[in-house]
Each structure stands twice: as structure tokens, then as C-alpha cells.
């Protein structure tokens, strides 16, 4: 059996690209747990231990988000 890697969790080729280029080649399991569900819009609360990769987990969704549409602007908004 191989070992999973992030080029099976569905996110786009230039940040594979960017995964290998910074030697991240192995997902952690709350990475492989979170990334597929949160890529498909899904809701997730993820508990793990410190240094496990969770910022990660969410963060990869995020950029292939805002990376779909290069062209659409996104704003934040300050909270109230």
C-alpha cells in the first residue's frame, strides 16, 4: 500500500506544485480528514494536537477557493 499524498485529496495543480517545492509531500491525518469535506463547502470542526497540521487543513481549502476565480474580487469585511 502507498503512503497518502496531498495530490489525492483533490486540490488544484499549482498548489501541488507549491506542496513539493516546500517538501511537503504527506498529508497528516487531520489533513486528510479535513480537506476533502471543506473543498466540497462542508462545515468542519476539527480537534487536534498542537503541531498537528490543522491550520494547514484549513488553509489549503481556502487558497483553492479563492484561486477558482482569479478574476472575482474578494472583500472582508471588518467585524461589528
Excluded at 491525518?29 to 487536534?48: M, S, V, Y
Excluded at 498542537?50 to 469585511?77: C, N
Amino acid at each position: 500500500m502507498t503512503s497518502p499524498n496531498f495530490a489525492g485529496l483533490g486540490l488544484p495543480d499549482s498548489l501541488l506544485h507549491a506542496l513539493t517545492a516546500h517538501k511537503f509531500t504527506t498529508p497528516t491525518p487531520i489533513q486528510l480528514d479535513a480537506i476533502p469535506p471543506l473543498l466540497k463547502g462542508r462545515d468542519l470542526l476539527g480537534i487536534a494536537q498542537t503541531g498537528s497540521g490543522k491550520t494547514f487543513a484549513f488553509a489549503l481549502p481556502i487558497l483553492t477557493y479563492l484561486m477558482a476565480e482569479p478574476g472575482v474580487r474578494r472583500h472582508s469585511r471588518p467585524a461589528r
